[in-house]
Nanobody, 123 residues
């Protein structure tokens, strides 16, 4: 099982980024894919998750209306479109897969993780 997160970068407040999580080695639509983030000195926080098989989607409250999770089943890839970014969104973002789909979510609920991608929002 492999997950690879990429697409992070440096943006100004109000800007946008799209993160991608490319997956391989498992049946893509059998599990949930989640995005987490971790800011310095803070716990890893669930941001959004999607179960490909039924399209159920969840967001943590702080990103509702700004972030959108989606999937491209042909590419086994999940995306996180992040709009109206704020400095408090600054963190390392990770994607993960596991049986649980929902927010809030704990990192322990997910079995496999990709490497993180840094998102920095300047004020």
């Amino acid at each position: 099982v492999q997950l690879q997160a990429f697409g992070g970068g440096l943006v100004q407040t109000g800007g946008s980024l799209r993160l991608s999580c490319a997956t391989s080695g498992f049946v893509f639509d059998d599990y949930a894919i989640a995005w987490f983030r971790q800011a310095p000195g803070k716990q890893r926080e669930g941001v959004s998750s999607i179960r490909i098989s039924n399209g159920d989607i969840y967001y943590t409250d702080s990103v509702k209306g700004r972030f959108t999770i989606s999937s491209d089943n042909a590419k086994n890839t999940v995306y996180l479109q992040m709009n109206s970014l704020k400095p408090e969104d600054t963190a390392v973002y990770y994607c993960a897969t596991g049986p649980y789909n929902g927010m809030p979510a704990k990192a322990s609920m997910y079995n496999f993780w990709g490497q993180g991608t840094q998102v920095t929002v300047s004020s």
